[in-house]
């Protein structure tokens, strides 16, 4: 039998009712604001490398999934190591329109060049995730692990064995420094514009190891053609499925257990320029929030081996205060400052 309600309790059923509307408005808001027109994502690195590579799968999975009604254009400014494209940033000041993708770039071009730009001339959106570092070397070298390569390149003497990198007096060269004063060795950096080309040089054997990210690398490791020595943390990546025949990223040992005390991680964050609202903000945290979400990103995590640490807000700035200082550190003992 139906129980009549009373106008009491009907009262109560209806606040009940509109309790729990307001509930799912505030747990789902109407966007403060949105796009209206095309969105520029800036990439202050060339194409084929780990921040390209990262960028173009975001721009896919927000088409994929309708997160924007607006298209979000990708766009690389790699000039000047990526001062560019955070110049390009800084000048568009209040502009809701353009979000950049960072890497430690960020810290060391305006700390190797003195060009005019900070971080903090930006707004700090999200980090999206740590990239790692790990030492290759050419498969069909000797080399089985990190100590026995360092060994070789110490009894060959100073600058007789070439390491390739992107860029000169960044995230790098930073590495090859702090790995040359860690083990008393002396490499011949070689710079390179991105990533996929550092991958195909080492591969060709015009140098003998690089320090490539996992998803710069990971298609020539794949393919049996390098392989990793050491990851630059101090935890071994935790992927355990087989990349190659063999191998997992959880089986590339970490630098410090292979007897080579380095460690550096790297920012993939994004950010927007100075003066944006609060309203325009929060719609790219919820943006990024909902991508994070998605197969495809878990499943790039995996693949390109990332901690996938996220963090916006006031944890977001305070860890990008202590990795400035970190970089300041590391940039000061490689001789690597602008001069003032």
Not at 17 to 35: H, K, R, S, V, Y
Not at 72 to 79: A, F, H, Q, T, Y
Not at 161 to 171: C, D, L, N, R, V
Request: glycine residues 8%; aromatic residues 8%; contains cysteine.
């Amino acid at each position: 039998m139906i129980k009549r309600l009373d106008s009491h309790s009907h009262g109560h059923v209806t606040k009940a009712c509109a309790a729990a509307m307001l509930a799912l408005a505030a747990a789902a808001p109407a966007l403060a604001w949105e796009p209206t027109k095309p969105v520029e994502f800036v990439i202050p690195a060339g194409t084929g490398g780990g921040a390209d590579q990262m960028a173009r799968l975001m721009q896919g999975i927000v088409i994929k999934y309708k997160l924007m009604k607006e298209p979000l254009i990708v766009v690389n400014k790699s000039g000047g190591a990526g001062a560019e494209g955070f110049l390009s940033v800084k000048e568009a000041k209040g502009d809701p329109h353009k979000i950049i993708i960072s890497l430690s770039n960020l810290f060391t071009t305006p700390m190797a060049t003195g060009v005019p730009f900070s971080w903090k001339d930006m707004t700090p959106v999200a980090m999206m995730a740590l990239d790692q570092f790990v030492l290759w070397t050419n498969a069909s070298e000797p080399y089985k692990n990190a100590s026995e390569y360092i060994a070789a390149v110490k009894a060959a003497g100073p600058n007789k064995f070439k390491m390739a990198g992107t860029g000169s007096k960044q995230e790098d060269q930073i590495i090859t420094v702090a790995l040359e004063k860690a083990t008393n060795t002396k490499f011949i950096y070689v710079p390179f514009k991105g990533g996929g080309e550092v991958a195909v040089q080492l591969v060709g054997g015009h140098v003998n190891s690089t320090v490539n990210n996992p998803i710069e690398a990971v298609a020539q490791w794949r393919a049996g053609k390098l392989r990793g020595l050491c990851v630059f943390d101090d935890e071994r990546m935790p992927f355990k499925a087989k990349v190659t025949d063999t191998q997992s990223w959880n089986d590339i040992p970490t630098c410090k257990e292979a007897g080579v005390p380095t460690k550096y991680t790297m920012l993939r964050g994004i950010f927007m320029p100075a003066g944006v609202t609060p309203d325009q903000l929060a719609f790219y945290v919820d943006l990024l929030t909902k991508l994070r979400a998605t197969p495809e990103w878990k499943d790039y995590m995996e693949k390109g081996a990332f901690n996938p640490t996220f963090l916006t807000g006031d944890a977001f700035t305070k860890w990008l205060e202590g990795a400035e200082a970190t970089h300041r550190t590391l940039m000061t003992e490689a001789g690597f400052l602008a001069a003032r």
